[in-house]
């Protein structure tokens, strides 16, 4: 990949992505949360409606509008994980969720 900050912006929103596609991959217990509940259902309308933007930069060749989708995705995931962190009830569990997602950002070596 071009760069570590592109590397990162990439594997962020591919797991914003994976939240549209397979619901139930991460987290399934604290997404049933209503804290949670709050934040995923808007931020996942919000991944789903970037979709069709990112296939039409793709096939247009668009590298600008593909970034500035992929910015957005990221951010959706951003907050997402937020979510995800904050309503954990343990340090146990916050340390849990913060190492699973670690892994899928590619950081499994730190």
Known sequence: MRNAAFKARVYRAS???SEVVDSSFLF???????DVQA?????RD??????PELL??????DTGR???AMDKAASHWDAIYKAYVE???TNAGRDRVEQVVRMLLGKHEE
């Open 46 to 51: 919000s991944i789903r409606a970037l979709i």
């Open 66 to 68: 593909w970034d500035r």
């Open 28 to 34: 399934p217990n604290l997404q049933e949360r209503p």
């Open 15 to 17: 797991l914003a992505l």
């Open 87 to 89: 309503t954990t009830r």
């Open 39 to 43: 934040v995923l259902g808007p931020r």
């Open 56 to 61: 039409a930069a793709q096939q247009s060749k």
